[in-house]
């Protein structure tokens, strides 16, 4: 057996990604992106670059079925001044560990969640807030088809960082 016990899942992919060429930019690419996601029965999961620890879940420390929260932990790459001809002279964002808490709340097909986290290694030295809600139209064994409504907060620092312009750029 390759996963081993406990393991809900383990999935290993490459697909395809469309997104803009830079965080606030008109211009949209397609590129590949790889898929890494991990899941520990209902307490670790991990999806690409972020680590979420369920200190409330079915199979957490403080048990709940509907209530999940608990420490997360991401890393954000930035953003490099090359990735854009737009960008040039404005330098680069960089690197970012964001660390902070989440909350979630699932009721049938339904899920309200909120994430809160701050940088720590001073790549945007900003904190984000991230709320959504979403429900599942349809779910099988192999698919499920959901629609999403998010917003998002940040403070002046990660505005600052992403898309202010000094007189010297």
Same mark, same amino acid.
């Given at each position: 057996d390759v996963v081993?016990?406990?393991?809900?899942?383990? &999935?290993?992919? #490459?697909?395809p990604v469309f997104t803009p060429a830079y965080e606030g930019s008109d211009d949209y690419e397609i590129k590949a992106a790889p898929l890494i996601s991990f899941r520990y029965l209902d307490l670790v999961q991990v999806d690409n670059n972020?680590? &979420? +620890?369920? +200190? %409330?879940?079915? $199979?957490? #420390?403080?048990?709940s079925e509907h209530f999940k929260a608990g420490p997360i932990l991401k890393l954000d790459f930035g953003r490099d001044e090359t990735d854009?001809? $737009?960008?040039l002279g404005l330098g680069d964002v960089g690197?970012? #560990?964001?660390?902070? +808490? %989440?909350?979630?709340?699932?009721a049938g097909p339904a899920r309200a969640r909120i994430r809160a986290q701050q940088d720590v290694l001073s790549g945007h030295s900003g904190m984000r807030i991230v709320g959504d809600l979403g429900v599942a139209v349809y779910r099988s064994d192999r698919l499920a088809v959901t629609g999403n409504l998010s917003a998002t907060w940040t403070d002046s620092s990660y505005m600052s960082a992403f898309f202010s312009v000094t007189a010297a750029q």
């Amino acid at each position: 057996d390759v996963v081993a016990p406990g393991v809900t899942n383990i &999935r290993i992919g #490459l697909g395809p990604v469309f997104t803009p060429a830079y965080e606030g930019s008109d211009d949209y690419e397609i590129k590949a992106a790889p898929l890494i996601s991990f899941r520990y029965l209902d307490l670790v999961q991990v999806d690409n670059n972020q680590i &979420r +620890v369920n +200190v %409330f879940g079915s $199979d957490s #420390l403080f048990r709940s079925e509907h209530f999940k929260a608990g420490p997360i932990l991401k890393l954000d790459f930035g953003r490099d001044e090359t990735d854009s001809p $737009d960008l040039l002279g404005l330098g680069d964002v960089g690197t970012s #560990l964001e660390l902070g +808490v %989440f909350a979630s709340y699932t009721a049938g097909p339904a899920r309200a969640r909120i994430r809160a986290q701050q940088d720590v290694l001073s790549g945007h030295s900003g904190m984000r807030i991230v709320g959504d809600l979403g429900v599942a139209v349809y779910r099988s064994d192999r698919l499920a088809v959901t629609g999403n409504l998010s917003a998002t907060w940040t403070d002046s620092s990660y505005m600052s960082a992403f898309f202010s312009v000094t007189a010297a750029q």
